[in-house]
């Protein structure tokens, strides 16, 4: 990991590969269906559900059958799916190498309760009422500073502490941390989490061949399993300009943080200044009307143009044409 080693330690070390951090890679071992086992054995660690009952039930999910209406962010960029058991939840993986802000949290408490407002998801032929929806977060530091919690839930609270709903939630997990717990078998002080978690971050935050190799031979999953993963993480390190993508990324996250400041701006003028905007939107429509129905444009034309029913256009009309005129 770049945080560890530098840019040119990289290219001579011939035993250093790209991790699965970097989201490129990421997205690839846990967000494409052919390698849905990865996601499937992860899931399971995750939900504390056996295996078996996971397997076969995680339906990838898209921006259309999410059915949101994002305008800027590339959710096709993000690991979401469809978890179909007894309690059927929309889960969202997501990886932070990058720092933690508040931005990022206030950002993705928003993305899941736009999720969770669609309660129905496309499930082969046929709808599914989701009733949870949770967001992992893979960090490489904890959001709480003072406790350093390797693995801390959040929900919708009120001013007292008090649980609104448990129908969403926001896990972060310091996979950094747990990679380190992972190696010196510390890991066992954690007994609610389960050991395959610790092992998924050592296998998500390594850079080195040898270690990948070590981990795959201690797996606590399937030993095939685990060298299918190998194999892939390998194999997608033969692109020679993965390297260079890996080490540009820093340009790709300023993009992607100027975005989503971008993006909270629109959302606090929205949700601060609604009736002032709807009354800005409404006046700018209404002149239209008016400039149109003074130069005798059909009223199908002005209809099309404005959006605005047939009754609206001639409420606007019979209201504004002597204030129009003056």
């Known amino acids: 990991m770049n945080k560890f ?15 699965i951090c970097y989201d490129e890679v990421y997205k690839e071992i846990f967000g494409n269906p052919q390698n849905i086992v990865f996601t499937e054995y992860l899931v399971s660690a995750l939900l504390n559900i056996p295996y078996k009952v996971i397997k076969g039930k995680i339906h990838f999910q898209t921006k259309n059958s999410l059915k949101l209406n ?16 007894k309690e059927p939840q929309i889960l969202n993986l997501e990886m932070n190498l990058h720092d933690l802000t508040n931005l990022k949290i206030k950002r993705n408490t928003k ?30 530091e904890c959001v709480d500073k003072e406790n350093k919690l390797i693995y801390d839930e959040y929900y919708y609270r009120n001013d007292k502490g008090h649980i609104l709903t448990n129908t969403t939630r926001i896990v972060h997990i310091n996979v950094a941390k747990m990679s380190e717990l992972w190696y010196n078998n510390e890991y066992k002080k954690y007994p609610d989490i389960s050991s395959i978690v610790f092992w998924f971050g050592a296998v998500i935050m390594t850079h080195e ?15 095939q399993i685990a ?58 429509k209404t002149q239209i009307v008016m ?22 256009i001639n409420k606007i009309i019979k209201n504004n044409s002597k204030s129009h005129k003056k």
């Open 227 to 284: 060298t299918m993963l190998e194999r892939k993480v390998l194999n997608m390190n033969d692109d020679s300009e993965l390297f260079g993508r890996y080490y540009n990324r820093e340009e790709e996250y300023k993009f992607w943080r100027d975005l989503e400041r971008e993006e909270l701006k629109e959302e606090a003028i929205e949700e601060g200044h609604q009736e002032g905007l709807k009354e800005g939107i409404l006046q700018y």
């Open 111 to 140: 993305y899941i309760s736009d999720i969770y407002s669609n309660l129905q998801v496309p499930s082969k032929d046929k709808n599914i009422k989701v009733k949870y929806v949770t967001q992992f977060n893979f960090n490489t």
């Open 291 to 312: 400039t149109m129905h003074e130069k005798n444009y059909p009223l199908e034309t002005i209809k099309e143009i404005t959006k605005l029913s047939e009754k609206e």
């Open 5 to 19: 080693i530098t840019k040119e330690e990289f290219k001579k070390n011939p035993n250093y590969i790209v991790p």
């Open 209 to 223: 061949k040898k270690k990948l190799k070590e981990l795959v031979n201690n797996a606590p999953i399937d030993k």
């Open 70 to 85: 994002v305008k800027k962010r590339n959710i096709e960029k993000d690991v979401v799916f469809l978890v179909e058991v």
